[in-house]
């Protein structure tokens, strides 16, 4: 029997960094692995250029606000170009602030949730979301191989959207109604971490007052935060590898 092999179209993906600490992860992880052309740029150092010759858009976390665009102009140029890749039909998957950026790019509210959502909690898929091709992909357990409607991934939030007009919403959790949606067929929201590696989460634990969007000064066992993310990680970047597979074909 021959291998099965993933095929993945030529594309060039732009990758919006909106602080140090808060990269792509496993997502860059994935790009590389399967020699995806990609342009990480850290827009508190560097301007957007040259974005035609890109085909997908993803914008990372952090811990400001969507709301605080007069202290961070890169902000406003985030939902500028989030617009833009949308009404050209191409990629756009935005994660934690960048899903809020998405949010309020098609004019949504972006707003203080009730406390912030911080470790490892369910989310739910809606009955959009169990109908979702990619969402479809997230949850799929990768070693049992069966579809999970519930699932833990990986917060650390205090803030939240409304979904867009004309959006599907595709996932809630107990605290968040609002874990993810979509945008048409190409573009997704993620409240949640997709793409954290257990580094990330130790570096995260290790900054002063926790450095994710929306999680500062909040309290965090860390010992409990540790023990889940050796206990649930290695299922969690399956399911990510299962949508990263799915979303850049």
């Not at 496993?26 to 020699?35: G, M, V």
């Not at 827009?43 to 606000?65: C, H, N, Q, V």
């Not at 169990?130 to 990986?154: E, Q, T, Y």
Request: some cysteine; glycine content about 8%; overall charge negative.
């Amino acid at each position: 029997m021959g291998m099965i092999i993933d095929i993945f179209i030529l594309m060039s993906v732009l990758i919006l960094k909106n602080i140090e600490t808060e990269g792509p992860g496993t997502i860059q992880d994935f790009l590389r692995e399967n020699n995806i052309a990609y342009k990480i740029v850290e827009l508190a150092d560097e301007e957007i250029r040259d974005t035609e010759k890109f085909d997908a858009l993803i914008m990372m976390g952090g811990p400001m606000s969507v709301n605080e665009s007069d202290a961070y102009t890169y902000i406003s140029r985030e939902e500028e170009l989030t617009r833009e890749f949308i009404k050209k039909g191409k990629k756009v998957l935005g994660v934690c602030l960048g899903a809020q950026i998405l949010a309020k790019a098609l004019g949504a509210k972006v707003y203080k949730g009730k406390e912030p959502e911080i470790g490892w909690h369910d989310i739910e898929l809606t009955e959009a979301g169990i109908k979702d091709n990619l969402m479809k992909k997230l949850a799929l357990h990768p070693k049992a191989g069966d579809f999970w409607k519930k699932f833990s991934v990986f917060h650390w939030h205090g803030e939240t959207f409304d979904i867009p007009e004309g959006a599907v919403r595709l996932a809630k959790s107990d605290l968040y109604p609002n874990q993810a949606f979509k945008y048409n067929e190409n573009a997704y929201a993620f409240q949640f971490h997709i793409e954290v590696t257990k580094e990330m989460v130790y570096d995260w634990l290790s900054a002063p007052g926790g450095s994710a969007c929306g999680g500062k000064n909040e309290p965090i066992d860390q010992n409990e935060l540790k023990a889940e993310t050796e206990k649930l990680y290695e299922i969690y970047y399956g399911r990510a590898l299962n949508f990263y597979k799915a979303f850049f074909k």
